[in-house]
């Protein structure tokens, strides 16, 4: 198995190449891997910390849990695979994954919307409901059109293939410092920020949070998932976001999404 290099850098990509509505992308309903089930994490030996269900305040910004949120984290079959065979890469380094949030019920997507967007109408009292609506996106997909046969409608936590992701040490269970905290969507949340810095000569190369974010990411992309460049934490394998990151990306884009909406475990 290789053993990644710290070396590696993360690619800086410019906002626009990926922008867009992913929910356009088609969906392949043939696809063999449509009706794959939902698997709870821990029976691939995948660590996982159910971040929207805390019920101890610490899941901030919302200091409690969110309806619909389920206790236990669940991925499609192959995703939870996939993951798994991340951590054996990451043994050599002492490290694995623990995953915050993977297939999100639309009750819990409900709630955090509704959560983001109370805080816009909070933050900009004379807006109006476009610009609040605008400012709510930026955190969390929109579900209040949501149909279960309508794939333009679907978020990509629905569908099982999406999951977020932080490191930490495999004997002491304490996170590594990736630079951000889970839900803080800000410029240090973009994946390439510290490259940026590093380019900029604002941190060296040894900043470990420029190292941290490298092995994530070179870790899980080893097994073909996509990150989202918006945020550090988020991967994508078979969902619409997926192929239309692969589009903006890669040379060999995938061409339709081969898992959708799926029904909670």
């Not at 490259?195 to 994530?216: C, F, K």
């Amino acid at each position: 198995m290789p053993v990644l290099d710290f070396a590696y850098e993360i690619p800086i990509i410019e906002p626009a190449l990926y922008a867009g509505n992913y929910t356009a992308v088609p969906v392949d309903m043939a696809d063999p891997r449509w009706n794959e089930a939902l698997v709870r994490l821990d029976s691939v030996g995948v660590a996982y910390d159910s971040y929207h269900a805390r019920k101890d305040g610490t899941n901030w910004p919302y200091c409690r849990p969110l309806a619909g949120a389920l206790p236990d984290v669940w991925l499609r079959a192959s995703v939870a695979a996939m993951l798994a065979r991340v951590n054996d890469r990451l043994k050599p380094f002492g490290a694995e994954l623990v995953v915050l949030d993977g297939y999100r019920t639309l009750a819990c997507q409900r709630a955090l919307w509704d959560f983001f967007y109370t805080q816009a109408v909070h933050a900009a009292p004379p807006g109006t409901p476009s610009i609040w609506r605008k400012m709510a996106a930026r955190h969390a997909a929109d579900p209040r059109d949501f149909k279960d046969d309508d794939p333009t409608t679907w978020p990509a936590h629905s569908t099982g293939a999406a999951a977020d992701i932080f490191l930490r040490d495999r004997h002491s269970g304490a996170y590594y410092d990736l630079g951000g905290r889970f839900e803080d969507v800000n410029d240090s949340a973009v994946t390439d920020h510290f490259e940026r810095q590093l380019a900029a000569g604002v941190i060296s190369a040894s900043d470990p949070r420029l190292r941290n974010r490298r092995l994530l990411y070179w870790a899980v992309r080893a097994e073909n998932f996509e990150n989202d460049p918006a945020v550090f934490w988020h991967y994508d394998w078979g969902d619409q976001l997926y192929v239309q990151l692969t589009r903006a990306l890669r040379p060999d884009p995938a061409n339709a999404a081969w898992y959708g909406y799926v029904s909670p475990p």
